[in-house]
């Protein structure tokens, strides 16, 4: 296993949940990407960072934001927060993200994730989770 400094993670799908993730991680500075299909949304994410207001603080989190999959090159882990009906066209674009050893986390609502996955990432590769933290997108942005 490489150490934190090493290893390699995307989050891609930059809606509430895929924005709440990655500013997370960065607070413990860990080094974290953030792939947006959208390259006007990714600059503004890049320049303004992610706004994150809870009931006890506000901060900001500027992970390394990009629309460019190849720029990243093969990651460690590639966590998917795309809509289930984004999941085709998301597979797609990832295809740089994907090295031999790439662990790809599908945290969807739905169903069939599976399946499209696995047109570009082998089974063992792929797992499927549910996280129980909510969020809300204030603006894109």
Same mark, same amino acid.
């Given at each position: $296993? /490489?150490?934190?400094?090493? &290893? !390699? @993670? +995307?989050? +891609?799908?930059p809606g509430a949940m895929?924005? @709440?993730l990655a500013a997370i991680l960065? /607070?413990?500075?860990? *080094?974290v990407s953030l792939l947006d299909y959208k390259p006007d949304r990714a600059e503004r994410l890049k320049k303004a960072g992610i706004r994150i207001v809870s009931s006890k %603080? =506000?901060?900001?989190? &500027? *992970?390394?934001v990009t629309a460019e999959p190849e720029s990243l090159g093969p990651q460690d882990?590639?966590? $998917? &927060?795309? !809509? =289930? =009906?984004?999941? =085709? #066209?998301?597979? %797609?674009?990832?295809? *740089?993200l994907i090295g031999p050893g790439t662990l790809?986390? #599908?945290?969807?609502?739905?169903?069939g994730h599976e399946s499209a996955l696995s047109k570009v990432v082998k089974p063992e590769h792929i797992a499927l989770g549910v996280t129980l933290h909510g969020a809300t997108l204030l603006n894109e942005g």
């Open positions: $296993m /490489r150490n934190r400094d090493q &290893f !390699k @993670l +995307t989050i +891609t799908g895929g924005c @709440l960065y /607070r413990q500075d860990c *080094p %603080e =506000a901060w900001t989190a &500027f *992970p390394n882990c590639v966590v $998917m &927060f795309v !809509k =289930a =009906a984004q999941t =085709a #066209s998301a597979v %797609e674009r990832m295809g *740089p790809v986390v #599908s945290l969807q609502n739905g169903v």
